[in-house]
């Protein structure tokens, strides 16, 4: 077996494990980054791209007071109570210390953010969007990693840590040992597309077999790590099932534009000078993309079929379980004329991203014609959707007799169907047992000498609800690790 011999070894080609790479090499180390996938990315790469923080340049240049103190006061108000005692302190308290250099980091690698927006309970404005998009995270940070001298390798799947005397010494790949004088950091993601004998292990039951947004989010670091002797927090917590529509038949507007500064500062002076009509539709292109649909929908009247046109579920009590014993987990939401017609302005409202833009049927109508159909009857809509025209006039006519509650009865045309939609594990919360170090802890709560972790695969039990944190995380945290297995001395540890 072939040796190479490095200072560092990072896990994981996204966010986090570029953003470790980079901080481990600008201290001098050398660093091998492994990418299992052909590209770098990760769920950081395909995330809408906002982060929160506190005292940011950005909050500064709004005039907007905010301390860290008050965002670590603040981050609790998501939970809700039945997360109320399941949240790690410590590793909140690092995340909002240090997100403000963060930012700063990030800044000065040339990455562009809007203006930051509110999020309530946030008590000012913290969500900061980068601009053009997310993949401006991954551009901007492996070119740093090029010009350190990491070496980037993609299509290398890691395979175990290696250990010695107790101690993580090295990552085996096909036919090679990596070798790592100062330390092992695991930078892999979550588990939600772990096999299912793993997220089972996790997971609850009525997860089973429901996909992930990531579909290579597959636990490779939280099962390397239980492997030599950690242990995996909170691993039953997941961001979903969520209701999302189907992923456009070719890529979208808005990810095609470059993710260089020059043109993301272009891009956010023209969302200061252009009028909306001008800037909506760009915009349109990322809200009716990404996101998923509103509850509203149901809440108004809006009811769920299937590939059959079979009603299966009571749309207002979670359907997305519900929607993964479907065939092919495939639905469609079905609105009238009258339900149809409040969804064109707010607070009738299809999909969002907090503090970019709000999307509404007619945005659908323009920017998501594969997914959205009218006709002026139910024959012609199940014709256009490819579902048997009885069984949906069958499921409307039972849904109108039956119990609905205060929501109204199906009526007359002109018929939309939303569609299809699938439900999806958009990322888990499951991340090994870490210190405020990043070290990973063995089950009696001490370090793994040489073993670091962050980003999803080094959560540590910290809970990241509400917008922007996770990302937040990420970065954080691989700053930190790096920063951490850079001057880790495993010979004296």
């Not at 953003?19 to 769920?43: D, F, Q, W």
């Not at 090029?146 to 096909?174: H, L, W």
């Not at 695969?457 to 944190?469: K, T």
């Amino acid at each position: 077996m072939r040796r190479t011999v490095t200072d560092v070894v990072v896990v994981g080609g996204g966010g986090t494990g570029l953003m470790t790479a980079l901080s481990a090499a600008r201290l001098g180390r050398a660093v091998v980054l492994l990418e299992k996938n052909p590209k770098l990315g990760g769920t950081s790469g395909m995330s809408v791209g906002s982060i929160s923080s506190s005292a940011t340049q950005q909050q500064r240049a709004a005039g907007i007071e905010d301390t860290p103190d008050a965002h670590f006061e603040d981050m609790p108000k998501f939970h809700g109570p039945h997360l109320a005692n399941r949240d790690n302190p410590a590793l909140r308290r690092l995340l909002v210390d240090n997100m403000p250099e963060t930012m700063r980091f990030l800044s000065d690698l040339g990455l562009v953010f809007m203006n930051p927006v509110p999020e309530p309970p946030h008590r000012v404005p913290r969500l900061h969007q980068v601009l053009p998009h997310s993949g401006a995270y991954i551009h901007l940070l492996s070119r740093a990693c090029r010009k350190e001298g990491v070496d980037i390798r993609t299509s290398s799947p890691a395979r175990r840590i290696v250990m010695e005397a107790g101690r993580a010494v090295g990552v085996e790949i096909d036919g090679e040992l990596i070798s790592a004088r100062r330390g092992v950091v695991l930078a892999s993601g979550d588990i939600s597309a772990a096999p299912e004998e793993y997220r089972s292990r996790h997971l609850p039951p009525a997860m089973g077999g429901i996909a992930a947004i990531n579909r290579t989010s597959t636990g490779d670091g939280q099962k390397m790590g239980e492997a030599v002797g950690a242990s995996v927090v909170n691993g039953d917590i997941a961001w979903g099932p969520e209701i999302r529509f189907v992923a456009p038949p070719t890529a979208s507007f808005i990810t095609r534009l470059p993710p260089v500064t020059a043109f993301a500062r272009l891009v956010k002076a023209m969302m200061g000078l252009l009028p909306q009509s001008v800037l909506r539709p760009f915009l349109m292109s990322f809200v009716t993309t990404y996101l998923a649909p509103s509850h509203g929908l149901f809440r108004e009247g809006g009811i769920l079929v299937n590939k059959q046109g079979e009603r299966f579920c009571d749309e207002l009590n979670q359907p997305h379980y519900a929607m993964a014993q479907q065939p092919d987990h495939v639905a469609y939401i079905l609105l009238d004329g009258a339900t149809a017609a409040k969804f064109v302005e707010w607070p009738h409202f299809v999909s969002t991203a907090p503090g970019v833009a709000y999307a509404y049927l007619p945005d659908y109508e323009r920017n998501r014609r594969d997914i959205c159909f009218k006709a002026d009857t139910l024959d012609g809509l199940a014709a256009k959707i490819g579902v048997p025209a009885a069984a949906l006039k069958r499921s409307v006519e039972a849904y109108n007799a039956g119990e609905r509650g205060e929501r109204p009865a199906l009526g007359a045309g002109p018929y939309v169907a939303l569609g299809p939609a699938k439900p999806w594990i958009v990322f888990t919360e499951g991340g090994l047992n870490v210190n405020a170090s990043l070290q990973v802890l063995d089950k009696q709560e001490k370090p793994i000498p040489g073993l670091f972790a962050a980003g999803s695969a080094g959560q540590g039990g910290v809970l990241l609800e509400g917008h922007g944190h996770h990302l937040g995380w990420a970065f954080t945290s691989g700053r930190i690790a790096g920063r951490n297995a850079a001057f880790n001395d495993i010979a004296a540890s």
